[in-house]
């Protein structure tokens, strides 16, 4: 069960209809794997997937030809609302906490390393959510690209972290936080190893992590974000997808970095055209 078949459109915009059920049932790449089977008694969910079926990369399948690969891509080429972007801090509107997140992330999550062909993910166990607007959504699994997707001011940081958060409407959230290279990021270190980080095969490959993860100190969650509407990065680059990008970095040792980057180092989509779309920021409004 891919994204695909469950989308409906309104007047341009993509409503995702999926309902949060039928998202579990997608956490797998083979449809006759249940949840139960790939990951014991933990239920996980893994709401952003293209469709397993069309091979696409970032080399000869890349995100110049995504949108020829099949009609269910085409709004990787037509999309007017995608990501990432770079966020040009002259242009963001300040206007201050009122359109900030509350994070609430369990301090002892079960994860599940997975290597899905274009990028490492840790799928998360339930009960880690965010509430944005009054809305909650739950967080399904965070994973990397390197370089960063999103831009600040025209530059790209060694790696970019994607925190997937799905509403019960199935609508869906991404926080996005770049990473530089710096101190040795001891928030990770409980899973960020060299055994969670599977080599590529043909299909995807997965395995448990061990012990129970502090997910609560992954992000800074007091930093400010940067607000907008845009896409999945990867094929279908289904619009209706609320970004929210820290605009504090974080950071990670050489080795750390080098721990992703050696099995995925070239996974990130170019920035997108922000067309008519306004980026706004929680920070306060400069005060002359
Ligand atoms: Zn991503």
Not at 264 to 276: G, I, K, S, T
Request: aromatic share 8%.
């Amino acid at each position: 069960m891919y994204l695909k078949n469950v989308l409906l459109k309104y007047a341009g915009i993509a409503i995702l209809s999926i309902s949060f059920s039928s998202i579990v049932i997608s956490c797998s790449d083979d449809d006759s794997n249940s949840p139960e089977e790939n990951g014991g008694a933990v239920m996980m969910v893994d709401p952003e997937k293209g469709n397993s079926k069309v091979v696409w990369n970032y080399t000869n399948l890349g995100p110049d030809v995504w949108a020829t690969l099949s009609t269910d891509f085409e709004d990787c080429g037509k999309g007017t609302s995608q990501s990432p972007i770079d966020l040009n801090t002259s242009q963001i509107i300040k206007k201050g906490p009122a359109t900030g997140l509350t994070f609430s992330y369990k301090m002892n999550s079960a994860l599940v390393a997975l290597n899905n062909t274009h990028t490492n993910e840790f799928k998360v166990e339930k009960g880690s959510f965010v509430t944005f607007n009054g809305k909650m959504f739950e967080l399904a699994q965070f994973h990397g690209h390197a370089k960063s997707e999103h831009e600040i001011n025209g530059s790209q940081s060694p790696l970019e972290l994607h925190f997937v958060h799905v509403a019960e409407d199935g609508e869906l959230l991404v926080v996005g936080v770049l990473i530089d290279e710096g101190e040795e990021n001891e928030n990770y270190t409980s899973f960020w190893t060299e055994e969670n980080f599977l080599e590529t095969q043909k299909e995807s490959v997965e395995q448990e992590v061990a012990g129970t993860h502090d997910l609560s100190k992954l992000l800074p969650t007091d930093s400010d974000l940067y607000q907008y509407g845009g896409s999945l990065t990867t094929p279908p680059c289904t619009e209706g997808v609320n970004w929210n990008v820290l605009t504090e970095k974080i950071t990670m040792s050489a080795a750390q970095l080098s721990l992703f980057t050696d099995i995925f180092n070239n996974n990130y989509r170019p920035v997108q055209a922000l067309n008519d779309r306004e980026v706004i920021s929680t920070e306060e409004e400069d005060v002359l």
